[in-house]
């Protein structure tokens, strides 16, 4: 595996499916113990560098990075330039001096964590750049797709919604056709980046006519403020065409699930009743994403302890 | 103090080397075996000469700026740069929107005596894009400006071009466009395509680039103007002014150094060396501007040199300021974009570089043929090194060049303003 985990693309499939096997023995070794904790990363420091406020990414981290005994800071920053607070580089060179091993990092400028990994030892993991990807969101999408559906290879995944500014959807594109799925975007053509055609999937503006074939139906979530930038005329129109709904999900094969990164907007992009339907993994997403970060930092940083 | 130069054994323009004496600020004779007693003597065999370089956008940010470059500076990295002449683009703090601002420019020009130095003025007031600058007032003054630009920000509203347009020719200027629709490009980050969508950048579509050139061509048209398109980036805005051209439209426009060699490939590392505005575009239209370079669609080379401060480039992305050094290396990346690949000749780079970017400014004493009686403005390159460029050696104050690493061909040995060396040696004098 490479040092850091900037992109999905960083991960050739023998690099992703040793994560997903990993997050698998975690869980197992886990399974049913009292103290949810492995001495693995003792020692070893996990700086959560967030200049984006997402409390369920770090808490997600953070508790991935105690449950394997390593340190963990929190460190909230304002980004750079913007706030005319402390540099980018200025906030590196100083973690570089407290030791950090591994340096998790939120920032809404896209390849902020690629400027980071230049100035740093330690490894950097992408937890979310701007409109660019989320790489262990994409991890913990996948494993929730094979203890759902024991495979990736072969599988269908639709991922419909504002892909234009979605990390999620670029990182889940990259790493699921790394495992084999074959990918649909939905998404009005607004929505749709130029240039989409270089990448590896099919593109659709019709939800209806994708969902009997899909197994994996991955749900966007779409700001408001979208609308006010007219890439769609109004939240009661984009949910119509591109919400799913109950009848929506009728459609869908007996077996597929149904996806969401969150936060949701419950009645925009998905309605409540799919979102609590036993289709939904989006329970479940959260706790696998801990196994999948796990493995990430231990994959990582425990291999060359120092 | 006259001075008196005797240049041996020079290539003018590539051809049948020849000796060249300077005296009194003009070339005072061409031939073979010229003896000259007291003249100082620069052996400058296997060297091409040139008439002095002109560029048509620089950035000094002086006033303003002073920590990213000065006058003093940005004409030291000129001279080095072989360029006897520079239009200072009008973005400075306080905006050169009045006589006061660019003649204080111009002052400072002549202070530094390296390059002379052309204030360019803003064509609306503090480039604010909705009112009339006093054009007329910046004509008039000792700096005599010819050139106006809103450079950075487009003057978008058709209206205030055209009246622009119209207004300049009560003293023969120009409007020299930075061509960016704003409604397209708000918030835009990188050349919009196949690159932006993978590393999640906004895209600046070319459309952007070619509608206002489009538009703006109609404009000079139906008003019967003068009209000068800035670094054209994109296909698509060379075929907009060719067929103008055609239709005899009078439109000039430049492309800039790092258009002709760099892509938007450069942005897939994040590092803002590459931001520039225009955006790196793709191979495609790097090959269409050579061309259209090589054929005349294009007139000049303009370096767009932009200097920042570090901080404005060691940072995110989108946090970055646009814009990249380039009078240093101009000449170089010329060289191996039309030189090497056999699109111009020599000559033909004297007359993007030097002859129809003086033409354009209306700078009198520059561009003029090596011949007897012209002045004494030219740059002796030697073409056959090849150097790698250092960010810790150059003249400017910044130390954003996109070309750090990179190997370059031919060097400016010496240049010359109005018979004296500005340059000898590489170095600068002073
Ligand atoms: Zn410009």
Redesign the interface.
Known sequence: MKRHLLSAADLDLGDATLILDTAAQIDAALAGREVKKLPTLRGRTVVNLFFEDSTRTRISFELAAKRLSADVINFAAKGSSVSKGESLKDTALTLEAMGADAIVCRHSASGAPHRLAEWVQGSVINAGDGTHEHPTQALLDAYTIRRRLGRLDGVRVTIVGDVLHSRVARSNVLLLDTLGAQITLVAPPTLLPVGIGSWPVEVSYDLDAVLAKADVVMMLRVQQERMNASYFPSAREYSRRYGLDARRMAVLPEDAIVMHPGPMNRGMEIAAEVADSVRSTIVEQVSNGLSVRMAVLYLLLGGDSK | MTSLWLIRGVRPYGEDPVDLLLRDGAIAEVGVGLVAKDAEVLDAGGLIALPGLVDLHTHLREPGREDAETVQTGSRAAALGGFTAVHAMANTDPVADTAGVVEQVWRLGREAGLVDVAPVGAVTVGLAGTQLAELGAMADSPARVRVFSDDGFCVADPALMRRALEYVKAFDGVIAQHAEEPRLTQGA?MH????????????W?SVAEEAIIARDVLLAAHVGSRLHVCHVSTRGSVDIVARAKADGVAVTCEVTPHHLLLTDEYVT???PLFKVNPPLRTADDVDALRAGLADGTIDAIATDHAPHAM??K???????RPGMLGLEQALSVAVEAMIETGLLDWRGLADRMSVRPARIGQLDGHGQPLEVGRPANLVLVDPDVRRVVSSADLASRARNTPYAQRELPARVVATFLRGRPTVLDGKAQR
């Not at chain 2, 060691?314 to 970055?320: F, K, L, R, S, T």
């Open positions: 980050q919009e395509g196949v690159l932006s969508a993978r590393l999640g950048l906004a895209g579509p590392g994040y590092d901080e404005d060691e940072c995110e992305w989108a946090m970055a």
